[in-house]
């Protein structure tokens, strides 16, 4: 679990830096664009995540 959360912060940090790229263009000419799409998969990213590790904290406790 603890190696998913570090690939997953490493994934994260450059799709903010991707993300920080295309968002700084539309920025400048006043025209600043929402990506719904990106928020979306990071947030169902982490909550499966968090899924998986209550998951496995559950059956880990019910095998002591």
């Not at 664009?33 to 928020?39: D, I, K, P, S, V």
Request: glycine residues 4%; proline residues 2%; aromatic residues 6%.
């Amino acid at each position: 679990m603890g190696l998913a959360m570090i690939a997953l912060s490493g994934i994260l940090t450059i799709l903010a830096a991707w993300h920080c790229h295309v968002v700084y263009q539309p920025v400048e000419r006043d025209e600043v664009l929402a990506n719904r799409g990106l928020m979306v998969a990071v947030i169902a990213a982490f909550a499966s995540l968090l899924v998986s590790v209550k998951v496995s904290m559950q059956l880990t406790a019910q095998n002591y």
